[in-house]
């Protein structure tokens, strides 16, 4: 059985360039979050949805990043343009609405220069 | 404001011991969750094992176990017999009815062989 599925696994990008991170949640899951951690800040939810609407964005950092999922089994996060301090680990995760675990992704490491 | 708190940065054992990590939690809520969430140096993050609040049995899996003080709002977690694979960083975390996850700083397990 799948887990959550991210892509890219590791990035390294020059500032200013346009950052894609993708995931693909776990079938029949409803709920998907995407998470940042840093060193400093520790995990943080920069958004979540649920059945493909955006429910809490409070988390996103700044206008430079951007979420969208366009089925229940796909969704981006856009970073535009891109900061050295973006520079962390994006994990995606998802949940079903029926049980309360949240499972998450390998991460996407992302390292902006 | 929801909180919860790791008051153990660092911990080291020796392989085959059984060691305790500490996790108090703060919430004027009645219906939560908890977590554990093991995190190896490959950064991904991984569930031990899950405690519903309504439940007075602590929870159990495997060489895991939880102790759960809800009045004393405290969730630890033992590992025993601990093996060389246990080596991470091991988050507490906590789920509110908003699928907010709320976590700890984490502590960093080590085990000697």
């Known amino acids: 059985d799948a887990g959550v599925i991210q892509s890219p696994r590791h990035e390294v990008t020059e500032m200013g360039q346009e950052v894609t991170l993708r995931c693909k949640p776990i079938s029949g899951h409803d709920y998907l979050f995407w998470y940042r951690q840093t060193m400093m800040r520790g995990l943080e939810l920069l958004i979540y949805f649920n059945n493909n609407v955006p429910i809490d964005d409070s988390g996103m950092p700044e206008d430079r990043f951007s979420a969208k999922m366009p089925n229940a089994s796909f969704s981006t996060l856009k970073i535009q343009p891109s900061e050295p301090r973006d520079s962390a680990v994006y994990f995606c995760?998802?949940?079903?609405?029926?049980?309360?675990?949240?499972?998450f992704g390998e991460g996407s490491w992302l390292t902006v220069v | 404001a929801q909180t919860v708190t790791q008051s153990q940065p660092e911990m080291s054992v020796q392989e085959a011991e059984t060691v305790t990590l500490s996790c108090t939690y703060d919430t004027s809520e009645s219906n939560y969750y908890l977590f554990w969430y093991k995190q190896p140096p490959s950064r991904q993050m991984i569930l031990v094992i899950r405690?519903?609040?309504?439940k007075q049995q602590n929870a159990t899996e495997n060489r895991f176990s939880v102790n759960f003080q809800k009045a004393a709002k405290s969730f630890s977690l033992k590992i025993s017999d601990s093996q060389l694979g246990d080596t991470a960083m091991y988050f507490c975390a906590s789920l509110y009815s908003n699928y907010q996850l709320i976590w700890g700083a984490g502590t960093k397990l080590i085990i000697k062989p």
């Open positions: 405690q519903e609040a309504y």
């Open positions: 995760a998802s949940s079903s609405s029926t049980g309360v675990n949240i499972y």
